[in-house]
């Protein structure tokens, strides 16, 4: 035994002297020093020799082993060292970059929005992008003959309702949210609810089936058209700039009485006149008014004793105009080379 053990010696070391990399070492390291190499085996074989015997050879295969690993241990240093020196990567250079998310600019002109009423007291609601004909249009003073329908052709969905009626569709703005609210939460209230709107359009560049608005409520005692105005100008003056000034023009929105589109100073010209503007200097944003009396009604608020103002604009136009984006499809393209620049 003791024999065999010396020459197990003898030839690790021999062979140790020969490894030349460290591919060959690994190797080395199975023949002599795995759960069954040769090491490993010689030592099982001790166990059947004689108590006497058996513990010499276990003392001088215990120190034989030591040694061995001892002697591995430092080629397999130099090894290691050698890789380092030689190693391709330099630990110099600066990290490779992760590439990380960007907002849609759509996600950051609703952001700015957000911030500014949340300052303001109001809150931020949401409601269903499948929604009954009776909010979307009923509910908001438009019944089924009326002609302001024929604005806001919509995908109407093939699922009847809890009575047995077809009545659902693809919101066509975010108004029918203002008699959800109203119901939800009474008077007074003070809300803006941003979100996804729909229309059966044909797509070219300035029109698509699938767009953001945000609408925007506020109801209280005495509330009239110079809060809204007021309101309006703050908008203005926050998304763009301070020198921005607000203009009223009437017009019809069945929902609101008296109605009014609202306008800003075109922030490319600063109201001097050109392309973005159409050279009028102005641009219009929204659409609002006072809330129509039906309206409070149908949302369970007695117009006798409140009033409140309604706004919406398009999201969507919104940002086009800030980040001058002249083709609406881009939004929801998914190309990342579109959401990358911002
Ligand atoms: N819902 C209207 C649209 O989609 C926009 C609008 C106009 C909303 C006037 C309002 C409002 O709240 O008062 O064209």
Known sequence: MKMKLEKLKEEFLKQLETVKDSEALREFELKFLSRKGELAQAMSSIKELSDEARKEAGALANNIKSELQEQFEIVKKSFDEQKAET????????????????????TLVQNEIEDLFT???????????????????????????????????????????????????MRTQTSPVQVRAMKKYGAPLKAIIPGRTFRCEATDARHEHTFYQLEGIMIDKKINFANLK???????????????????????????EPGSNGEYTCFLCQGKGCRVCKHTGWLEIL???????????????DPEEYSGF?????????????????????????????TEQF
């Open 310 to 338: 309604a706004f919406g604009f398009g999201l969507t136009r919104l940002a086009m105009l800030k980040y001058g984006i002249d083709d609406i499809r881009l939004f929801m393209g998914g190309d990342q080379r579109f």
């Open 119 to 169: 300052s303001m007291g109001f809150m931020v609601l949401d409601g269903p992008e499948l929604e009954s004909d009776y909010y979307n249009f009923e509910a908001l003073n438009v019944p089924p003959h009326h002609p302001a329908r024929d604005m806001q052709d919509t995908f109407y969905v093939d699922l009847k309702n809890k009575d047995g009626e077809y009545d659902l569709l």
């Open 87 to 106: 190693s391709e990567i330099d630990v110099t250079l600066p990290g490779k970059k992760i590439a990380s998310g960007h907002l849609n600019p759509l």
């Open 230 to 256: 007021g309101v309006c100008e703050i908008v203005g003056k926050k998304l763009y700039g301070p020198e921005t000034k607000f203009r009223m023009r009437p017009k019809f929105y069945p929902f609101v």
């Open 287 to 301: 659409g609002c008014g006072l809330i129509h009396p039906d309206v409070l009604r149908a949302g369970g608020i």
